[in-house]
């Protein structure tokens, strides 16, 4: 029995024994560095390859990738207009699914990793340095397309993801997490060893922001996640009620609390003007993201503030935020 080969092996054996036309997949990277706007490119036809495997016999490989905006699935810099280029690989077997059904597609194939990897080397050159492979965790009980993905700049500056990337909206399923391809760079790999495969996401410079939609309902989620969080640190409604959190179109948010004292209850109310709260983060701290907006404002009933211009109507002191100071 021979030894199963590395993904390097299996790398120089596609390109010394099969005759590839790489030139579309290079013409489309190229694009995708350079283009100002990555969206006109996603409605063409996507380069592929396809051609026999190398470590199975019978086997049918299909390489196909895509470019996008990966502003949605973390956190980026938003000065670099960083895409993401998916690369996916599907095997299925050669022989003829059944006579009589000749244009039947042969039944999907579990390609080994070390080739999975080794395509992904082939198409992305050393792109595949930076390239992570998305695991998903209904591979384990069925064949399904294999998915890598790379981050790149407008500048041609590889990247690698942040730390809250949500890698399950790019694999599918309930689960998914990365794992990161081996780089031939020495000095990447040290720089791995010591700092890790991912970028923190709180150390990400001008983190973008998404549209002032999204962006509304992202922050009344980290709102109330947060609120939830403390209130189950200082045990739920010894200290605090919360009555009301409310989105009122994509513009507002309305928080009604109570807070029980020794002295008498006090009824607080905050009037979150979105926009507002928005344009301020970006001025003071550079900051776009809703989650970094939210949690400041809902951490505020718990470390007894003294609010400087409140307006009390009908018993409740009202607090606003985001319009000018």
């Avoid at 196909?64 to 998916?86: E, K």
């Avoid at 064949?143 to 809250?164: C, H, K, M, Q, W």
């Avoid at 694999?171 to 997490?177: I, K, N, P, V």
Wanted: hydrophobic share 40%; aromatic share 8%.
């Amino acid at each position: 029995m021979s030894a199963r080969k590395t993904p390097t092996e299996l790398a120089d054996t596609i390109r010394q024994n099969l005759d590839l036309d790489l030139d579309p997949i290079r013409e489309f990277l190229s694009a995708a560095v350079s283009a100002i706007d990555i969206d006109p490119l996603r409605p063409g036809p996507r380069p592929r390859l396809v051609a026999p495997s190398v470590a199975l016999d019978d086997v049918t490989v299909t390489v196909a990738l895509t470019a996008s905006d990966p502003s949605y699935l973390g956190t980026f810099d938003r000065t670099t207009a960083t895409r993401m280029v998916q690369v996916s690989i599907q095997a299925r077997s050669a022989t003829a699914p059944g006579t009589g059904y000749p244009q039947r597609r042969g039944p999907a194939v579990r390609l080994p990793v070390e080739e999975q990897i080794a395509w992904v080397t082939v198409v992305l050159g050393d792109w595949s340095d930076y390239a992570y492979r998305v695991v998903n965790e209904e591979g384990r009980y069925r064949i399904r397309p294999e998915f890598f993905v790379v981050f790149i700049d407008r500048g041609g500056t590889l990247r690698l993801a942040p730390s809250d990337l949500q890698w399950v909206l790019i694999s599918g399923g309930r689960c998914a997490y990365p794992e990161k391809l081996i780089p031939d760079d020495p000095e990447l790999r040290a720089y791995l060893r010591r700092h890790g495969d991912l970028i923190p996401a709180d150390l990400v410079p001008h983190p973008q922001g998404t549209s002032p939609q999204v962006w509304a309902h992202q922050f009344v989620s980290h709102l109330t996640a947060t609120l939830a969080d403390e209130l189950g640190r200082i045990g739920n409604g010894r200290w605090f009620t919360f009555d009301e959190i409310s989105l009122h179109g994509h513009s507002t948010v309305i928080v009604r609390y109570t807070w029980h004292l020794i002295d008498g209850d006090k009824a607080y109310g905050f009037d979150i003007d979105l926009a507002g709260v928005r344009a301020q983060r970006l001025r003071m701290f550079d900051d776009l993201r809703a989650r970094t907006a939210a949690t400041r404002i809902a951490a505020l009933p718990f470390d007894q503030p003294v609010f400087r211009t409140p307006e009390m109507i009908d018993g409740v002191t009202w607090v606003r935020f985001g319009t000018p100071e």
